[in-house]
Nanobody, 125 residues
Framework: QVQLVESGGGLVEAGGSLTLSCAAS????????MGWFRQVPGKERDFVAS????????YYADSVKGRFTISRDNAKNTMYLQMARLKPEDTAVYYC??????????????????WGQGTQVTVSS
């Protein structure tokens, strides 16, 4: 079992930046695809970005493309999400996830089998 813990969320003004971290423990995640999702109350969990085990393949939601960057450091068993030019509509709880059955990150939330508890990101206008 993989335990995932997100950190780095907080309150930021529109146009600002934040970097989220996702620290894994229990098992190495170096061979697994991983991703970031976000959710606002009353809505489904939406895909944000994903990354393959070797960082060679990344995917981004259209809404964050060009503003967010996903990365990982397998030596530290940690994944990151650098968020720039934040907008109020980026406000959500952000979750990291790992897919222990595949090396490529997927955009489908249901294919991930390990999730963190989430970290709140609030962007004020």
């Amino acid at each position: 079992q993989v335990q995932l813990v997100e950190s780095g969320g907080g309150l930021v003004e529109a146009g600002g930046s934040l970097t989220l971290s996702c620290a894994a423990s229990g098992r190495t995640v170096s061979r697994y695809g991983m991703g970031w999702f976000r959710q606002v109350p009353g809505k489904e969990r939406d895909f944000v970005a994903s990354i393959s085990w070797d960082s060679r393949i990344t995917y981004y939601a259209d809404s964050v493309k060009g503003r967010f960057t996903i990365s990982r450091d397998n030596a530290k068993n940690t994944m990151y999400l650098q968020m720039a030019r934040l907008k109020p509509e980026d406000t959500a709880v952000y979750y990291c996830a790992a897919d222990t059955t595949a090396r490529l990150g997927t955009v489908v939330a249901g294919l991930y089998d390990n999730w963190g508890q989430g970290t709140q990101v609030t962007v004020s206008s």
